[in-house]
């Protein structure tokens, strides 16, 4: 069974630029998360989706961030503009659902977005 | 605010040792938590998962406790071996939210 896929691996970007980054959750998984994970610091969540609903977007700057996930499955975030302090490791992560075993989540290697 | 904490210092240990990591929380109850081990470059592995009405949890040379009373949990990794080496996260979690709050994770060296 394949795990959590995302793209790109690496992105260097320079402030202002848009960016975006995928992700394909384990099949049959219907929560789906993006999280921030700054170094030496532990993953921070930023949107979290039920299908193709986002049920948790309260840490999501809003102002430049945006995601979405169409037909329940892949996801993409976007950030536009960037800037200097985004630069940060962005994982997507999924699980069978919400409470106890079922919140298991299953990790892509994620993103490690750079921006100049 | 709630908050979740971890020992941000690295943990070295000898080879064949146990090591013993910590993971305290304050203004929260969770229903249960969650540890996971993150590799450099990776993203983290589920490990173990305990809950609030458990005392321990046991997988393979992998140990789990959980405190309520003392608003913490230790995590144990008994006859250590360089390949332990990581660093470990622990999250809790709210029984019908399905959020997990992270802690900062501490790392653990583990020399032959």
């Known amino acids: 069974e394949a795990g959590v896929v995302q793209s790109p691996r690496y992105k260097i970007i320079e402030k202002k630029q848009p960016v975006a980054f995928w992700c394909n959750p384990i099949s049959g998984h219907n929560t789906l998360y993006w999280y921030r994970q700054n170094l030496g610091q532990g993953p921070e969540l930023l949107i979290r989706?039920?299908?193709?609903?986002?049920?948790?977007d309260s840490q999501l700057p809003k102002d430049r961030f945006s995601a979405e996930r169409l037909k329940g499955v892949d996801s993409t975030l976007k950030i536009q503009p960037a800037e200097l302090g985004d630069s940060a490791v962005y994982l997507c992560?999924?699980?069978?659902?919400?409470?106890?075993?079922?919140?298991?989540?299953?990790f892509g290697a994620g993103t490690r977005l750079s921006v100049l | 605010s709630q908050k979740i904490e971890q020992n941000s210092e690295a943990l070295n240990i000898q080879e064949g040792k146990t090591a013993t990591l910590t993971c305290n929380y304050t203004n929260y109850s969770p229903a249960y938590l969650q540890w996971y081990r993150q590799d450099p470059g990776r993203g983290p592995v589920f490990l173990l998962l305990i809950r609030e009405n458990e005392k321990e949890k046991r997988k393979e040379r992998l140990k789990v406790t959980f405190d309520t009373t003392l608003k913490q949990s230790l995590f144990h990794i008994t006859a250590s071996q360089p390949a332990d080496s990581a660093t470990y996260l622990c999250?809790?979690?709210?029984?019908?939210?399905?959020?997990?709050?992270f802690g900062q994770g501490t790392t653990l060296q583990v020399k032959p």
């Open positions: 999250a809790y979690g709210s029984s019908n939210t399905g959020k997990l709050i």
């Open positions: 989706y039920e299908n193709e609903e986002a049920v948790d």
């Open positions: 992560a999924s699980s069978p659902g919400l409470a106890g075993v079922k919140n298991i989540q299953y």
